[in-house]
T-cell receptor, first 110, second 117 residues
């Protein structure tokens, strides 16, 4: 089925470790984004991209890096994990009349 | 700034009945899009339905319909013939712009729907 594939589903990191959350879509959408969902805070935009080679910061970009080398892939990198980055992360891909999310990654930083 | 308000923290409905989940929005943009998502306990965000600000007709998708009242700035989700599997959190969202100028989806705080047998 077409959609957004996000991996891993669960991850536990130690403080200071780095990791990459993978996101891929097969709908040829230009716009992709990363959100984090925290209790009481709703979903907040981390980074977004309007096409291959173009990325920009959202509301809460600190501690995260992104790149967009292809239309399909939009990985999110945690540079040095901190307990404050414990959250559920969603990758989203948007067309003109729809916006689909990946299955989410539940990340715990200890 | 754009804002989405969902005033119902929780709703209960009997199986096979219809239910309306409220959503009001605030924006000064003439062109915008409104979305509804379902988040079951498993955590994924499932896209349900989309309504564009210039669409003349209310959007429908199977048992889901969006009651779009532009003058009142409301975009309520109607679920007909509720099923037990409809029990979940429901989020209303609008395509908006952050203070920094980046596009994003602005989400409401959600409504937890419980369908009783």
């Amino acid at each position: 089925n077409a959609g957004v594939t996000q991996t891993p589903k669960f991850q536990v990191l130690k403080t200071g470790q780095s990791m990459t959350l993978q996101c891929a879509q097969d709908m040829n959408h230009e716009y992709m984004s990363w959100y984090r969902q925290d209790p009481g805070m709703g979903l907040r935009l981390i980074h977004y991209s309007v096409g291959a080679g173009i990325t920009d910061q959202g509301e809460v970009p600190n501690g995260y890096n992104v790149s967009r080398s292809t239309t399909e892939d939009f990985p999110l990198r945690l540079l040095s994990a901190a307990p404050s980055q414990t959250s559920v992360y969603f990758c989203a891909s948007r067309g003109q009349f729809e916006a689909f999310f990946g299955q989410g990654t539940r990340l715990t930083v200890v | 700034a754009q804002k989405i308000t969902q005033t119902q923290p929780g709703m209960f409905v009997q199986e096979k009945e219809a239910v309306t989940l409220d959503c009001t929005y605030d924006t000064s943009d003439p062109s915008y899009g409104l979305f509804w998502y379902k988040q079951p306990s498993s955590g994924e965000m499932i896209f349900l339905i989309y309504q564009g600000s210039y669409d003349q007709q209310n959007a429908t998708e199977g048992r889901y319909s969006l009651n779009f009242q532009k003058a009142r700035k409301s975009a309520n989700l109607v679920i007909s013939a509720s099923q037990l599997g409809d029990s979940a959190m429901y989020f209303c969202a609008m395509r908006g712009v952050t203070q920094g100028g980046s596009e994003k989806l602005v989400f409401g705080k959600g409504t937890k729907l419980t369908v009783n047998p």
